[in-house]
């Protein structure tokens, strides 16, 4: 009895450590036009506010966004429910552990 609430903390916390690994990385991008919501500009990049609410962001490749990410000017930020980060897919296909979504690898869960 009195492993079982070990237990849980350990598998509460292996679970939020992992969902923060894959979130979005929050760091500076080039500025191309704007710059996206909760971001400002900074000569050739726009640079993440100091605000909690900020989200990461990669620049837009082509029309769409990936897979939990929606459009901000000439970026994709990450939504609020995203727990996945993403790349801009190079060749025909993405790394081990990623998969296709648009002109982005997304990290699987």
Known sequence: MGRLPLLIVVAISSLSAGS????????????????????????????????GSTRGAIEKVG?????????SGNNCLSSPSNDREAIEETGNSCPLGWFSSGNYCVKSR
């Open 20 to 51: 923060a690994l894959a979130q979005q990385p929050i760091r500076p991008l080039p500025k191309v036009g704007g710059c996206p919501l909760g971001y400002y500009s900074s000569g050739s990049y726009c640079m993440p506010s100091k605000s």
């Open 63 to 71: 029309n769409s966004c990936p897979l939990g990410f929606y459009s």
